[in-house]
């Protein structure tokens, strides 16, 4: 599987230097945060360099324009982002290339190439054509990317390890178990520290401190202690659970649903309120366990989470018919799973477009 991305990888590796600043923009999910834990921690054992790692607001899968402030203002040269659509904003993601090389490691639809003479850009279904893009989650290629660079055993495993946590959180598990990189054995103990780490997410919103944790020396040995047997990072679990449980037990009262002739659920759009920040992972278990066939949104304050498991519709493709004609609405990425936000006042109009899309 070695190929030209590969090389680039490497190349960009091995040209960091002493006096590089180098920063690493990841995405606010269990995925992005293992990906930049991982190239966080090859970059720390090849180069013994210190990588500042940042994300940004929650749903902005693009580049803003408080990123290009803040790069600036700490004079990074070397960029890295992971698990990022920034092709979905090509023309500010160019600013980045007057003062930085950078390198884009992410699985996301493409929509644009970024490569260019100060951009390496490598994406799922250029890297690995035969996989269908979201069933290889970034934080699996950050560590087939690493695993060409680094030969020490120990550090592979820690980040092979981290990479298997990134796989649950983007519900590719059972997909790398069929094809033999991951065990059925330890399924149940990975998905386990996927969700607790994911209500962490949503309930506090700090994923620096779960980052920091990832990069500890031998993790997989570590982590009962720090994760799963710490209260601070554990208590939001039952939280979270019971909250989705309960919007799970209000979604025929609350939410809208669209039908088609015979009476099948198409659409479920559901307007959530809700102190924690959960639309993925209650998107993901309405999809999965409740309704298999229906595409799904739930949305919160504007910010959505679109899903569909049949993959008979593409969720980046209907979120981009169905927000093109509202403007300040952004959004795209996966087949099974998309994401975006939609002002408040057209919220009503997007349920309208999807709802049309759907039955037609
Ligand atoms: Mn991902």
């Not at 884009?104 to 690995?128: A, G, P, R, V, W």
């Not at 990317?145 to 796989?167: C, P, R, T």
């Not at 659970?241 to 037990?249: D, H, T």
Request: aromatic share 12%; proline share 1%.
């Amino acid at each position: 599987m070695k190929n030209k991305f590969s090389k680039l990888f490497s190349n960009f590796i091995f040209n960091l230097k002493i006096k590089d600043n180098i920063a690493i923009l990841y995405h606010t999910d269990c995925d992005g945060v293992c990906s930049a834990a991982i190239i966080k921690k090859a970059i720390k054992y090849l180069t013994d360099k210190d990588v500042f790692a940042f994300c940004q607001k929650q749903g902005k899968i693009a580049i803003t324009q408080n990123t290009i402030e803040l790069l600036k203002q700490k004079k990074i040269n070397k960029f890295i982002s992971v698990d990022m659509a920034l092709d979905q904003n090509a023309q500010t993601f160019r600013k980045i290339e007057d003062f930085a090389h950078c390198l884009i490691i992410d699985h996301h639809i493409k929509i644009f190439n970024l490569s260019s003479k100060k951009t390496i850009f490598i994406k799922s279904q250029d890297f690995e054509r035969d996989i269908e893009p979201s069933k290889n989650p970034a934080s699996k290629m950050c560590f087939d990317l690493s695993n060409f660079v680094i030969d020490n055993k120990e550090i592979i495993k820690d980040l092979k390890f981290i990479s298997k946590i990134g796989i649950s959180g983007d519900c590719a598990y059972d997909f790398w178990i069929k094809k033999g990189f991951l065990k059925n054995e330890e399924k149940e103990k990975i998905q386990k520290i996927d969700y607790i780490i994911s209500s962490y997410f949503g309930a506090t919103g700090n994923f620096d401190k779960i980052l920091d944790i990832l990069q500890k020396e031998t993790i997989e040995k570590k982590i009962d202690k720090y994760i799963i047997e710490n209260k601070e990072i554990c208590k939001y679990y039952f939280c979270v659970q019971k909250e989705i449980e309960k919007l799970i037990s209000k979604v025929n009262e609350k939410a809208f649903f669209t039908k088609d002739q015979s009476n099948n659920t198409k659409l479920i759009f559901y307007e959530i309120k809700s102190k924690y920040n959960i639309k993925s992972i209650l998107a993901n278990k309405l999809s999965f366990e409740n309704y298999p066939g229906a595409t799904i949104i739930v949305i919160k304050d504007g910010y959505f989470s679109a899903r569909n498991q049949s993959f008979k519709i593409s969720m980046n493709d209907l979120i981009k018919k169905s927000i093109k004609n509202i403007s300040g609405a952004s959004g795209g990425g996966h087949i099974p799973a998309a994401g975006g936000f939609v002002p408040k006042n057209k919220i009503k109009e997007f349920r309208k477009n999807l709802a049309k899309f759907i039955t037609n």
